[in-house]
């Protein structure tokens, strides 16, 4: 079982692995073997999340979730396919722990009247400050 957080752990039979020959400089190496991990965790198939935490997976990770229901995470930084699954996997990890955070409730709070008047001093003086900017018409005048 690979640990999420606690209390929650997915199965290794959840997890699907591909592989492929990495992209980029390399030399022989990138030629030769394969070593791009792409891995695809099964969300809706999985026993160890209940389901309002595969729907909190669903819309979190929305735009790695493809059309199957597949979490994809693709690694090819590293030059083994060992380190390059490694990396996949706690990747995995990571997103599916910040996904299953719990938020806190924003408690709203009163603008104080301070600031309130701050705000409508501010606004006074920038108006008169365009005011003032305005032409002045002398043929109003009364002298």
């Not at 493809?66 to 690694?75: A, E, L, P, Q, R």
């Amino acid at each position: 079982m690979i640990l999420i957080k606690p209390g929650i752990a997915i199965s290794p039979a959840d997890i699907i692995y591909r592989f492929s020959r990495s992209s980029g400089p390399g030399g022989q190496n990138v030629n030769k073997l394969n070593t791009k991990v792409i891995l695809l965790f099964d969300i809706a198939n999985s026993r160890g999340l209940s389901r309002e935490q595969k729907q909190l997976v669903y819309e979190k990770l929305s735009s790695r979730v493809t059309d199957d229901g597949f979490v994809k995470i693709t690694s090819q930084r590293h030059r083994t396919q060992r380190a390059n699954r490694k990396a996949a996997l706690e990747k995995l990890e990571d997103l599916l722990s910040d996904a299953l955070k719990e938020t806190p409730v924003r408690e709203e709070t009163e603008i104080p009247y301070s600031t309130k008047l701050d705000r409508l001093r501010h606004k006074r003086r920038h108006s008169e400050i365009k005011r003032f900017r305005k032409p002045v018409n002398l043929d109003r005048c009364d002298d």
